[in-house]
């Protein structure tokens, strides 16, 4: 599997959990170990559609974006089925991993300051799209990050040990 995540903060703990070792730094960060790889894409749609082609185009595997969101619940954890993006209208409805509570998430090409219905990204209609150009099944799984207030964001995981083995287990990525 291939893991897309748009900041090396969000995905730190999963990478040393499965003791990946980057593999490549330019012109995205790329970590891996015998069965899976992360690249980290950097924050917006278009780093996200060009991380996420670069590293499909070297090996076609099925993707999971694992990254923060804006919502009402800090520290809770989604599986994405429904992805607007809020410049173009798209929307696109995606297969969920089983067991995570289900919702829906809009792209912004900018920081939401403004509470929104759904949780609320940088990357995820990117990382849809993109995926489905390649042919490849997609899974998008947000951790709320903050209440619409995106300066408040720590400089530190906020992924808990329950939700990162809860994750690995859930995506069949345990080695």
């Known amino acids: 599997m291939l893991i897309i995540a748009a900041t090396y903060t969000e995905i730190a703990p999963i990478i040393e959990k499965l003791d990946m070792k980057q593999i490549e730094k330019k012109p995205f960060s790329i970590y891996a170990n ?11 749609k278009i780093k996200a559609a060009a991380a996420l082609s670069y590293a499909l185009v070297q090996k076609r595997e099925e993707v999971c974006n694992i990254g923060y969101a804006a919502g009402e619940s800090i520290g809770s954890l ?20 089983p067991i995570l509570p289900k919702t829906s998430c809009t792209t912004f090409s900018k920081p939401v300051h403004i509470k929104q219905k759904t949780l609320a990204d940088m990357e995820a209609s990117a990382i849809v799209e993109t995926a489905k150009l390649f042919k490849t099944p997609v899974y998008i799984i947000k951790l709320v990050s903050d209440n ?25 990525l345990q080695s």
């Open 148 to 172: 619409f207030e995106p300066e408040t964001v720590q400089e530190k995981s906020l992924f808990t040990t329950n939700q990162i083995d809860r994750l690995l287990s859930l995506l069949s």
């Open 34 to 44: 015998q069965k899976h790889r992360i690249v980290i894409s950097g924050i917006g």
């Open 78 to 97: 989604f599986a994405i089925k429904k992805v607007i993006d809020i410049d173009s209208d798209k929307v696109f409805h995606i297969d969920t991993p």
